[in-house]
């Protein structure tokens, strides 16, 4: 079996804490539900890409905003038991980190998030510094924080260093932002302005120079195109306790496989299965327990 474990992938973005609650229904309007005691999870694009990425045995350093606040340890101890290298560009600053809302169904694992986009608050670390010290072998971006995005974008840039995309959703910085990008995975909700229609983004994305693009759509089919190919790759259908997170950790396996020789085709649906095997278990963490990686690598 070949190892990666030291190539070295830098995610920047958004650490959030996730509060879920599991429902039998999506309530309405002016009622009160009463639930099960909900679930308290450190999470965010970026985060639990890393999460993903060091499962499978890669190296995952994290460049996020944490801060002091009474939930730090939280972070602090998610960070260790997931094997995350952090660098906090909140250190030492009074700060609450970004507070999610989930509430998940029982019965299908669909679910509502209620939360915002954070802004930039005073970045206190040096990113050449970060980026001498660990040389990564690759960047992940999720698009928040695009000072600071659009900042490692250009040092990678200088450095040869390709850059990975989430395309959760479309955000007013990313026209400044994709032209660094070699690699877009976006979901089927990333909808530039004047797109309609998946081959409209696809059009808009290439026209911005990114030469690989991928687009998920849950359970349903992955469309992907690059220079010399094109196609959809089917998903295998699981059990589905769980969607939180699962394109996260897609893009956490992507960034593992992607370091690997395989095409990009290939790589796309080795993360698709670690995505949907996490569908099969509740929360974001409960599937790094239940499953081993030496499933996957075989």
């Given at each position: 079996m070949i190892s990666f474990s030291?190539?070295?992938?830098?995610?920047?973005?958004?650490?959030?804490?996730?509060?879920?609650?599991?429902?039998?229904?999506?309530p309405g309007s002016n009622t009160k539900t009463k639930t099960e005691e909900p679930q308290l999870l450190v999470g965010g694009p970026a985060t639990n890409a890393a999460v993903a990425n060091s499962f499978m045995g890669g190296k995952s350093v994290l460049y996020s905003g944490v801060g002091n606040s009474p939930f730090k340890d939280m972070f602090v101890k998610d960070f260790e038991t997931c094997n995350i290298k952090h660098f906090d560009?909140?250190?030492?600053?009074?700060?609450?980190p970004v507070l999610t809302s989930v509430i998940t169904s029982k019965n299908s694992g669909d679910r509502n998030i209620f939360t915002y986009n954070p802004?930039?608050?005073g970045v206190n670390l040096d990113l050449v510094a970060i980026m001498n010290e660990i040389k990564p072998d690759q960047i992940f971006i999720d698009g928040f924080y695009?000072?600071?995005?659009?900042?490692?974008?250009?040092?990678?840039?200088e450095n040869n260093i390709p850059v990975v995309f989430d395309g959760g959703s479309w955000k007013q910085q990313l026209p400044e932002l994709l032209p660094y990008i070699d690699i877009a995975?976006?979901?089927?909700?990333?909808?530039?302005?004047?797109?309609?229609?998946?081959?409209?983004?696809?059009?808009?994305?290439?026209?911005?120079?990114?030469?690989?693009i991928a687009i998920t759509n849950g359970a349903k089919e992955i469309y992907y195109?690059?220079?010399?190919?094109?196609?959809?790759?089917?998903?295998?259908?699981?059990?589905?306790?769980?969607?939180?997170?699962?394109?996260?950790?897609?893009?956490?396996?992507?960034?593992?496989?992607?370091?690997?020789?395989n095409s990009f085709k290939e790589k796309l649906?080795?993360?698709?299965?670690?995505?949907?095997?996490?569908?099969?278990?509740?929360?974001?963490?409960?599937?790094?327990?239940?499953?081993?990686?030496?499933?996957?690598?075989?």
């Amino acid at each position: 079996m070949i190892s990666f474990s030291d190539m070295t992938t830098l995610f920047a973005g958004l650490s959030t804490l996730d509060i879920q609650y599991f429902v039998d229904k999506f309530p309405g309007s002016n009622t009160k539900t009463k639930t099960e005691e909900p679930q308290l999870l450190v999470g965010g694009p970026a985060t639990n890409a890393a999460v993903a990425n060091s499962f499978m045995g890669g190296k995952s350093v994290l460049y996020s905003g944490v801060g002091n606040s009474p939930f730090k340890d939280m972070f602090v101890k998610d960070f260790e038991t997931c094997n995350i290298k952090h660098f906090d560009f909140y250190a030492g600053k009074e700060q609450l980190p970004v507070l999610t809302s989930v509430i998940t169904s029982k019965n299908s694992g669909d679910r509502n998030i209620f939360t915002y986009n954070p802004v930039t608050n005073g970045v206190n670390l040096d990113l050449v510094a970060i980026m001498n010290e660990i040389k990564p072998d690759q960047i992940f971006i999720d698009g928040f924080y695009s000072e600071v995005a659009v900042l490692l974008c250009k040092i990678a840039k200088e450095n040869n260093i390709p850059v990975v995309f989430d395309g959760g959703s479309w955000k007013q910085q990313l026209p400044e932002l994709l032209p660094y990008i070699d690699i877009a995975i976006c979901s089927a909700n990333f909808y530039p302005p004047a797109c309609k229609t998946k081959q409209d983004v696809i059009n808009f994305l290439k026209q911005t120079g990114i030469k690989k693009i991928a687009i998920t759509n849950g359970a349903k089919e992955i469309y992907y195109e690059e220079e010399n190919d094109h196609g959809k790759i089917k998903v295998s259908p699981v059990n589905v306790v769980d969607t939180l997170g699962a394109g996260d950790f897609f893009h956490g396996a992507f960034c593992f496989y992607n370091l690997q020789d395989n095409s990009f085709k290939e790589k796309l649906k080795q993360a698709s299965v670690i995505a949907s095997k996490s569908c099969e278990y509740p929360g974001t963490r409960e599937w790094l327990k239940k499953l081993r990686k030496e499933a996957f690598l075989s």
